[in-house]
């Protein structure tokens, strides 16, 4: 079971790494570091888990992956802490308030004191830790050992301070946040690192009573499993608390995503007829969609200024006549402004690629209230679902109506 929740937290620490994976090419340095604090997370937890042990104990040198691991959540650690400064930015101020103040004091410090601790640990785990077996947990497995107590008490005293220095900061940026979804996510993360620190307080007064007083092997490996328990709790909290915060830019960018993969279409339909229009040679719909350059809203606001542009330019090649001929047609249908205007388009765009085209534009389409870059797209939505159920057909049969109607209206005037 525990294995089981070992892996569970480092695939979800993992995922949430892999999906704020951008920030590290477009991001500013607030989110690089909240992402080197997800990766440094996902890599100690990757090292905790049973089979990564299994097979780093395969290698000459004995608990490698403990070593590693402190390495890893060190860079964690201070990843964190950067995040904290950089969450605050940069301000002009000529009084600096104390909580940023002390932030960046204790960024300085962190630094300083990481590259110390990890020099001396590096050192004690080759001197004086004893590493005759290879561990599975390593505190309870080396309980009662002086030099196994002294490597680790070094790592969670760092660990125990960092946590409380960050559970203060982000319960205190909690009470200011804005938003629901901020102060729940940062009331989460602010949990998990009071989680941390109960952690580091259990298995330090763990360690050293042992040192004095030999307890019990099952009640030894008992702490162990509960003390790893709230170690997974920990980061599935901490999960948690960065990600809801991101659920409504989330959920913008899989409605844009899937914008875009619906627009695809008719975009595509449009400038392959007109291929001045777009800053850049339509591509595949899968590139198109999964490309991460430029960002998916000005992709978006892109397509949707392309397909205005040319549907601008077909009003040369549509008849004045096409679009009430169009809108008769498809009085009936459920949706009777959109499929006009989708069967319109797509009457137009037959007329451009045989070449037809008239000095004088057809009247422009009908105004629709539209009031920013997402209406738009809501509408234009619309219009691609009506352009994808039109047939050739259909297209065939409204061209012939108008024409058929342009040619009585000419008889009409000639008989005046």
């Not at 001197?127 to 309980?143: I, K, Q």
């Not at 301070?161 to 940062?186: E, F, H, I, P």
């Not at 040319?310 to 009936?332: F, K, T, Y």
Request: proline share 5%; hydrophobic share 50%; net charge negative.
């Amino acid at each position: 079971m525990l294995a089981l929740a070992a892996y569970t937290a480092a695939t979800t620490m993992t995922a949430v790494a892999v999906w704020r994976l951008p920030a590290v090419l477009y991001g500013d340095a607030h989110r690089r570091a909240l992402w080197g604090c997800y990766m440094g997370f996902a890599a100690a937890l990757w090292l905790k888990s049973p089979g990564v042990i299994s097979l780093m104990n395969h290698q000459p040198i004995v608990d490698l992956s403990v070593l590693l691991k402190h390495y890893v959540s060190t860079g964690a650690i201070l990843a964190i802490l950067t995040y904290v400064v950089a969450s605050y930015g940069k301000t002009d101020q000529e009084v600096i308030p104390t909580h940023v103040a002390v932030a960046r004091w204790i960024e300085r410090v962190a630094w300083k004191a990481a590259v110390a601790m990890l020099g001396l640990m590096t050192v004690l785990f080759f001197t004086v830790v004893n590493r005759l077996h290879p561990s599975v947990d390593f505190v309870p497995d080396h309980a009662g050992q002086w030099g196994a107590i002294l490597y680790e008490t070094i790592f969670y005293v760092y660990l125990g301070a960092s946590s409380a220095v960050t559970c203060y900061q982000w319960s205190s940026a909690a009470r200011r946040a804005d938003t629901r979804l901020l102060r729940t996510g940062l009331g989460l993360m602010a949990i998990a690192m009071a989680i941390g620190v109960a952690y580091v307080a259990i298995r330090t007064s763990f360690m050293w009573v042992t040192l004095a007083t030999p307890l019990d092997a099952g009640f030894n490996h008992q702490l162990g499993v509960y003390t790893e328990y709230m170690q997974i709790v920990l980061f599935m909290i901490f999960a948690a608390g960065v990600s809801i915060p991101t659920t409504n830019v989330a959920a913008s960018r899989w409605r844009s995503w899937r914008a875009l993969w619906n627009l695809y279409p008719l975009w595509r339909d449009l400038v392959a007829v007109f291929p001045d229009v777009p800053f850049q040679k339509p591509r595949s719909r899968r590139r198109e969609v999964l490309r991460t350059d430029p960002p998916m809203d000005v992709r978006l606001d892109r397509w949707t200024q392309d397909i205005a542009d040319v549907v601008e330019q077909l009003r040369h090649h549509a008849s004045p006549v096409l679009l009430p001929v169009i809108e008769e047609a498809v009085d009936s249908s459920e949706d009777p402004q959109a499929a006009a205007e989708a069967l319109w388009i797509k009457a137009a765009l037959l007329n451009a690629r045989e070449g037809l085209r008239s000095d004088v534009p057809a009247p422009a389409l009908p105004s629709k209230p539209i009031a920013d870059t997402h209406a738009e797209v809501t509408w234009l939505l619309r219009v691609e679902e009506a352009y994808a159920a039109a047939t050739d057909l259909q297209v065939r049969e409204v061209l012939a109506s108008a024409e058929a109607e342009e040619l009585a209206m000419e008889m009409e005037e000639m008989a005046l």
